[in-house]
């Protein structure tokens, strides 16, 4: 049962542009969200993250924003930039007696196009 | 200060065999948790320990199986392997908190013929 979902596989965009990359999650006891980026033959940086109680968090390039309601986080990154190419994923975390969970998605690949 | 190191990066092994993945997080985080990709998967949760103590567990078969040393380093065991346990398997450790999330290794290309 995949918790934390990302629809679009894959995704192209000219340099300059904006990339928005969109996250679906299900559970309401996720409290705090992630994305991470990746290159190959890398393992997965941090990029951003957001809590709960706010709806939008900026860094640089790089804005989350989050709508609980709708249970739906994107980020977009303004503008975008061929070293931008990569494979995106989101993360939820929860908190449950035995620590925090992490709940992946299973990514987009991003092209940022020169 | 260095990062999580994860041995060793590429191993290829036959059907049947078993594998032992070796993790050394960061110094000073206690959580290590280790993490299956395939293409079209995603990062899927395998384990995690604490303090030596297998602490949260996701739906893998129990061929699949870990440990924490008392110096955090952690490695994780397949037995009998199949063709589909070739994937990345990455190893990730955090602190108590979650502001940063997890600190990835770079892990481990495991390919089973």
């Known amino acids: 049962d995949q918790q934390v979902k990302q629809n679009s596989p894959s995704l192209s965009v000219q340099e300059g542009r904006i990339s928005i990359l969109n996250c679906d999650y299900t559970n309401s006891m996720f409290d705090y969200f992630l994305w991470y980026k990746k290159y190959p033959a890398e393992g997965p940086t941090f990029l951003i993250s957001?809590?709960?109680?706010?709806d939008k968090n900026e860094d640089g390039r790089f804005t989350v924003f989050l709508n609980k309601s709708a249970k739906h986080l994107s980020l977009h990154i303004v503008p975008s930039q061929p070293g931008d190419s990569a494979v995106y994923f989101c993360?939820?975390?929860?908190?449950?007696?035995?620590?925090?969970?992490?709940?992946f998605g299973t990514g987009t690949s991003l092209t940022v196009i020169p | 200060k260095a990062g999580v190191t994860q041995t060793p990066r590429y191993l290829i092994k036959t059907r049947g065999q078993q594998v032992t993945l070796s993790c050394s997080p960061i110094s000073g985080h206690r959580s290590v948790s280790w993490y299956q990709q395939t293409p079209g998967q995603g990062l899927q949760f395998l384990f995690e320990?604490?303090?030596?103590?297998?602490?949260n567990k996701g739906n893998f078969p129990g061929r699949f199986s870990g440990r924490q040393f008392s110096n955090s380093r952690s490695e994780m065991n397949v037995s009998t392997l199949e063709l589909g346990d070739s994937a990345l398997y990455l190893c990730a450790s955090s602190t108590a908190g979650i502001d940063h999330g997890y600190t990835f290794g770079s892990g481990t290309r495991l390919t089973v013929v």
């Open positions: 993360a939820a975390s929860a908190f449950f007696s035995t620590g925090n969970q992490f709940y």
């Open positions: 320990y604490f303090s030596e103590t297998q602490r």
């Open positions: 957001i809590s709960s109680i706010k």
